[in-house]
């Protein structure tokens, strides 16, 4: 502990430690340390985000490239059947009526054949 404080009053007592006298002086030395610090902080940054991208190489890029090439299938899998709607009678737009059930109807297929199940249903329509 004794050292620590002799260390201190040396460097309080040194000429490089004091602030200079003068505005100007006084000026470029806060801008001298301001650089210094914001150089440092950048320093840091950028080796922290060379440590993540390093990481992100070795633990996602290398495992996930390894997993594609073990993983190739030998033989292209046959694709799923489509299933064709069935033929829709022409409608007219004097049936206001009808309007919201072909809609409802090509929501139906629509879902039915690209998007997953869901717990939603169309219950009703209003006419805005």
Do not use: H, W
Not at 45 to 69: C, S, T
């Amino acid at each position: 502990m004794r050292s620590f404080l002799t260390l201190a009053e040396n460097v309080a007592v040194n000429e490089m430690a004091q602030v200079p006298e003068g505005a100007f002086a006084k000026l470029m030395y806060g801008l001298n340390i301001s650089f210094i610090g914001i150089v440092t902080v950048f320093a840091v940054l950028a080796l922290i985000m060379g440590v993540l991208y390093l990481f992100r190489l070795y633990f996602y890029d290398l495992p996930n490239k390894q997993k594609a090439e073990a993983s190739q299938p030998k033989a292209a899998p046959a694709p799923a059947p489509v299933k064709t709607a069935a033929p829709v009678a022409n409608v007219t737009t004097e049936d206001d009526e009808l309007i919201p059930v072909v809609i409802a109807a090509a929501v139906a297929a629509y879902m039915e054949t690209n998007a997953p199940k869901s717990k939603y249903r169309i219950r009703s329509f209003k006419r805005i």
